[in-house]
């Protein structure tokens, strides 16, 4: 079985752009035959209004493979309410990594997202807890964390 994760959003192209480097993903190529995405679309019956201006960029690839291929499936409304699904961006290394260095390595990927158009929600750091996260949201404000 093959499967993709599909993402509601206003604005496909701008998120794409964002997760393409928050993921270190890459827009993924047209269908054979087709130069591009517009192209494609187009091709299937997609009437051209509802595409808008641009060659359409709104599909991610894993470049090793191993990750899912992403859609950003365009809608007309804004996003009203919490995820029901997130992403966690696991750069801490786990448990078995010291607390303090997880802490960097979760603390270097936020100012990187960040600096990206991420905002940040919340960090999860009870003292006590051996467990550190930074709760994000994304340039249409859907929730994600780094681990």
């Avoid at 894993?62 to 961006?89: C, M, Y």
């Avoid at 801490?92 to 990927?109: K, W």
């Avoid at 919340?122 to 994600?144: I, K, S, T």
Wanted: charged share 25%; aromatic share 8%; proline share 10%.
């Amino acid at each position: 079985m093959e499967w993709q994760l599909v993402i509601d959003c206003r604005e496909p192209s701008r998120l794409a752009a964002f997760w393409a480097e928050a993921l270190r993903y890459r827009p993924q190529p047209p269908p054979a035959g087709h130069t591009t995405w517009r192209e494609w679309y187009l091709s299937v019956g997609i009437p051209a209004e509802e595409l808008g201006e641009g060659d359409c960029l709104d599909r991610l690839e894993d470049p090793t493979g191993a990750g899912p291929r992403i859609w950003f499936q365009p809608v007309p409304e804004p996003k009203s309410v919490k995820n029901r699904l997130h992403i966690d961006l696991k750069v801490g290394g786990g448990r078995a990594v010291p607390l303090p260095r997880r802490r960097a390595s979760v603390d270097a990927e936020v100012a990187r997202l960040t600096g990206l158009g991420a905002t940040v929600l919340g960090r999860m750091d009870d003292p006590g807890n051996d467990h550190y996260a930074v709760q994000l949201a994304d340039p249409e404000g859907n929730e994600f964390c780094v681990v």
